[in-house]
């Protein structure tokens, strides 16, 4: 039987978990597939996917530091990925056209309300950072429709720059950007969006932000418990929670998106869910 061709294409890509998630997924559900890892050239990005679409390849995730250029690439972007700014998902349509999309907001999301079982809706949230991962992420929370969202970053102005943007998708949610040093908690929510636990570093957030019915999810994972929960967990957050299960479910998103099948992801969790230390 032929089967059809997926991968993950970033630089690095050798320590990727996609393959491992998607060959489960394909097993689970009986669908014909392989997914594969390609470490594409920095400077040869769209010349690596426009090859593999050529030889027949059916999707494509995207990872650092590609993500941008993947949006810049695709012929029509979907409206999660048009406000993301970038594109962890691509594919042709009927006519050839190369589509891209954004599932690591609905990945977070679906890993926060379905398997934690954590309410977005009326809560107050935190959110470190204002990166891409941030930009990926808050347009799906905003449509939870919490309470209030502060952004907060070293540099204000980026922060202000996503509440900007995000004006118009905030509705009802009072939607804000602070330093670190001066967010005024606690909060129900946090999400670290910083890569500040990949350097083994804490962003500088008071303790005030913390109670004992916190929530803090870290969109990082390591083989342990990562230094941002670590550091939550010893200010008494109700739970911690890492980027496991973010990676698993906007995994099953893209799977969905290309197969039209929803594999079961709870399964898969907990073959990937590293040890917490």
Known sequence: MHNDLYA???????????????????????????????????????????????????????????KEQAWELAD????????????????????????????DGAGLVRDLTYNAGVSLRDRKILILGAGG?????????????????TIANRTVVKAQGLVSLFADDAGNTSLGAAGFATVKGPFDIIVNGTSASLMGDLPPVPDTAISDRTVVYDMMYAASTTPFNKWAREQGAEKVLD???????????????????????????????????
């Open 133 to 149: 991962a941030v930009r990926g992420v808050l347009g799906p929370i905003l449509a939870e429709q919490p309470a209030e969202v």
């Open 76 to 103: 029509v972007r979907s409206d999660r990925a048009q406000k993301a700014g970038a594109a962890n998902t691509l594919y042709l349509d009927e006519s050839g056209r190369l589509m891209a999309d954004n599932t």
């Open 8 to 66: 993950v294409v970033g630089n690095p890509v050798s320590h990727s978990k996609s393959p491992r998630i998607h060959g489960l997924f394909a097993a689970q559900t009986g669908e014909a597939m392989e997914y594969t890892a390609i470490q594409a050239p920095l400077e040869e990005f769209a010349e690596t996917v426009r090859g593999f679409f050529a030889q027949g390849g059916k999707g494509l995730n995207v990872t650092v530091p590609f």
């Open 243 to 277: 980027g496991v299960g973010m990676l698993i479910e906007q995994a099953a998103e893209s799977f969905r998106i290309w197969r039209g099948v929803s594999p079961d992801t709870k399964t898969v969790m907990q073959e990937l869910r590293p040890p917490m230390a």
